[in-house]
Nanobody, 122 residues
Framework: QVQLVESGGGLVQAGGSLRLSCAAS????????MGWFRQSPGKEREFVSL????????YYADSVKGRFTISRDNAKNTLYLQMNSLKLEDTAVYYC???????????????WGQGTQVTVSS
């Protein structure tokens, strides 16, 4: 089992940047595929990005491609999401998740953090 704690959220103006972190503890971080998801009020949780165990392969939702960058440091047991050129529609609670499959389906991730709020203002 792995425990996940997100940080780095906050209030930012449109066009600005934030860097989210997800600290993992417990089981070996490098054993897991890691993903970022987000959820806005009244909407389902949606896929943002994922990264494979080694960090060599990444995948992004079309809505964030070219603006967000996912990365991981297995030595530090930490996952990151660099978010640039933020838009109003990026406002959401952002969650990191750990799983065993390379998938965009949130139902297939086994462990979740508590989430961190990102609010983009005009």
């Amino acid at each position: 089992q792995v425990q996940l704690v997100e940080s780095g959220g906050g209030l930012v103006q449109a066009g600005g940047s934030l860097r989210l972190s997800c600290a993992a503890s417990g089981h070996t971080f490098g054993n897991y595929v890691m993903g970022w998801f987000r959820q806005s009020p009244g909407k389902e949780r949606e896929f943002v990005s994922l990264i494979n165990r080694s960090g060599g392969d990444t995948y992004y939702a079309d809505s964030v491609k070219g603006r967000f960058t996912i990365s991981r440091d297995n030595a530090k047991n930490t996952l990151y999401l660099q978010m640039n050129s933020l838009k109003l529609e990026d406002t959401a609670v952002y969650y990191c998740a750990a799983g065993y499959s390379t998938t965009t389906n949130p139902n297939e991730y086994n462990y979740w953090g508590q989430g961190t709020q990102v609010t983009v203002s005009s």
